[in-house]
């Protein structure tokens, strides 16, 4: 290895100091071996706190939804459930949202029961038992978008319509 392709790392975590000096693969190892000695929540952490990973959202809500300037696109003619459409279409603004496509991650019950294809009675209906399961809030505008709960139930709705 010549030394403009070696890495070094310093860390400092109170009186714990160490350098790690090396290839990449070889410093990340060390330096996470180290950090997770030292702050052994570090590796409960990690897998305790959900964040949605939105490429991985992205890609396993293709072929269910798309995404447009104008909002969430159902593409599947099935019949589903109501719950689990507002689902998938409310995961498609949130994920438009944060791609800068979508200008809010939020939609009204009637623009929900527009583009699930339900009547709009159904969709209200429907939306405050989701609401008190923490799947979906409501927001000041009377619009609704999902939760972090939300969206980690939605990842589990498109496994069921994925297989």
């Known amino acids: 290895m010549r030394e403009s392709e070696k890495v070094k790392v310093h860390v ?3 009186d714990a100091r160490a350098d790690f000096e090396g290839d990449v693969d070889q410093v990340f190892e060390l330096a996470a071996r ?5 702050c052994p929540s570090l590796k409960v952490l990690r897998r305790l706190i ?3 990973d939105i490429t991985k ?6 072929g269910l939804i798309e995404i447009s300037p104008e909002g969430p696109i159902m593409l599947f003619s099935f019949d ?7 689902c998938l279409i409310l995961l498609g603004a949130y994920l438009g949202k944060v ?7 939020s939609i009204s019950s009637r623009d ?7 009547a709009r009675k159904t969709v209200s209906n429907e939306m405050p038992r989701l609401v008190s399961e923490g799947v979906v809030e409501r927001t000041s505008e009377g619009e609704y978008r999902l939760t972090i709960l939300g969206i980690k139930k939605t990842e589990k709705i498109i496994e069921r319509y994925k297989k």
């Open 57 to 62: 959202l992205a890609e396993k809500i293709g």
């Open 99 to 105: 791609l800068g496509i979508l200008g809010k991650d």
């Open 80 to 86: 589903v459930p109501t719950r689990d459409a507002v």
């Open 34 to 38: 180290f950090l997770t000695q030292i």
């Open 112 to 118: 929900l029961a527009r583009i699930i294809g339900k």
């Open 12 to 14: 400092e975590i109170g």
């Open 50 to 52: 959900y964040t949605p």
